[in-house]
């Protein structure tokens, strides 16, 4: 089975840098994702990681360590439109479908 | 099309009652998904189709729960003799081609708020 965990709540600030961490445990791993989720919106893609290291794409990085079985994403230069819930997915090997955590729901402030 | 669509954006059934809910997935995508999210969770897995075979289900919870892509392209997820604990959004996304391809990125939907009362 899997099992994905990221922390509930964060706050932070305008303009400063947030991590969010997710740690996962899966029988087989094939791929990270990450999505940004507004509150009534669809999930959109942020970013994925199937090998170690980071990935960097404009203020949104994430990182992988599978060996670890931890991955956080980094967002730098925080706006106001950030405030959001973040979900962390795995992907299986064998399986089609993604595996969501329960979101970090970030709350940017002025 | 541009993106997913869903429609109903909301529903309100009585308990008991049979609901159906339906996606148009981005024009060409082959895989589709459905999910269930319950409110402050991650989405859940529910069932997925490659064109109009149905290659996994072991997501529905259960024999109340059943979805259909007759031609490849829509689908729908229909709900029969509704429980208030049915009562969540409803999600569905798409990729291009065999989701197994880790540049195949699923897109989402704005999802179907189902509420049972």
């Known amino acids: 089975g899997q099992n994905i965990d990221q922390p509930t709540e964060m706050t932070a600030t305008e303009g400063a840098i947030v991590q969010i961490n997710c740690t996962y445990q899966?029988?087989?791993?094939?791929?990270l994702f990450w999505y940004q989720q507004h509150a009534g919106e669809a999930p959109t893609f942020l970013s994925y990681?199937?090998?170690?290291g980071l990935e960097e794409k404009g203020r949104f990085s994430s990182f992988l360590s599978r060996s670890k079985g931890y991955s956080y994403l980094l967002l730098k230069e925080l706006q106001m439109k950030d405030s959001a819930s973040y979900l962390c997915?795995?992907?299986?090997?064998?399986?089609?479908?993604?595996?969501f955590g329960t979101g970090t729901r970030l709350t940017v402030i002025p | 099309g541009a993106g997913v669509s869903q429609s109903p954006r909301y529903k309100v059934a009585k308990r008991g009652q049979d609901v159906a809910l339906r996606c148009d997935p981005i024009?060409?995508?082959?895989?589709l998904f459905w999910y269930q999210q319950a409110l402050g969770q991650g989405p859940e897995f529910l069932t997925y189709?490659?064109?109009?075979?149905?290659?996994?289900k072991s997501g529905l919870p259960s024999d109340r729960f059943f979805a259909e892509r007759p031609e490849g392209s829509v689908s729908t997820l229909k709900i029969q003799r509704t429980q208030q604990e049915d009562s969540a959004v409803y999600l569905c996304?798409?990729?291009?081609?065999?989701?197994?391809?880790?540049?195949?990125?699923?897109?989402f939907g704005p999802g179907t708020r189902l509420t049972v009362l």
């Open positions: 189709f490659q064109n109009e075979a149905q290659l996994d």
């Open positions: 997915a795995v992907r299986d090997k064998g399986a089609n479908n993604l595996f």
């Open positions: 024009s060409g995508h082959v895989s």
């Open positions: 996304a798409s990729s291009t081609r065999s989701f197994r391809r880790i540049t195949d990125t699923q897109y």
């Open positions: 899966t029988s087989g791993f094939n791929g």
């Open positions: 990681n199937v090998l170690d």
